[in-house]
């Protein structure tokens, strides 16, 4: 048996979206992936769950939103 409470959501998903996420849903197919490819997603700079400010993705580091 496997605890599914702590896992995280796929971007874009309904369940992601009542967790905080910001990352696109449209583009990631409500969570299916990006234009419907499993394990592929588009993921938001700063998204609380799956990209948090400050953290690193590859070279890349996240950074807070502005304007919103």
Known sequence: MTDTTSA??????DEAA????TCA???????KGWRGIP????YTSGCIVHWPAGTTFG???ASEEKGR
Do not use: K, L, Y
């Open 8 to 13: 995280v959501p796929n971007p874009g998903s």
């Open 18 to 21: 009542m967790r905080g996420c």
């Open 25 to 31: 849903r449209i583009d990631n197919h409500h969570g």
């Open 39 to 42: 394990g592929v997603f588009v």
């Open 59 to 61: 070279p890349f580091v």
